[in-house]
């Protein structure tokens, strides 16, 4: 089986929408990621990652019934599948963090631009 490979903002999407279980919606998943996370995340971003996520199998979604809130229009929802909660888990084991550690590590740091290091210092 093809191993899924999850970037950050898509693990992030994918865990939040478990928290979620049946009330993930593309506005939810993104105030829930805003109170979450130190900086903010927009609308587009988050829609743009659902669905990604729909076409690889990750999640699946249905038509939830229309809201008062929301001027009678119906809101799409989306579940984790089985595939999704696998690449989790794939994501958990991969243990990115320490991978990421490691290439730093080997990383010299004569090898990091001049402008970059000046990002670090702000």
Request: aromatic share 6%; with cysteine; glycine share 6%.
């Amino acid at each position: 089986m093809k191993r899924a490979f999850l970037g950050d903002l898509e693990e992030v999407v994918l865990l939040t929408m478990t928290a979620l279980q049946d009330s993930a919606y593309s506005a939810s998943t993104t105030q829930t990621i805003d109170q979450q996370m130190a900086s903010s995340i927009n609308f587009p971003t988050v829609h743009n990652t659902l669905h990604r996520h729909q076409e690889q199998g990750f999640v699946s979604s249905r038509i939830g019934g229309a809201t008062a809130d929301r001027g009678g229009r119906q809101k799409r929802l989306f579940t984790v599948t089985t595939a999704g909660q696998r690449a989790l888990i794939e994501c958990r084991r991969a243990d990115v963090r320490q991978v990421r550690a490691q290439l730093w590590d080997g990383l010299a740091i004569q090898q990091i631009p001049t402008q970059i290091l000046q990002l670090w210092e702000v």
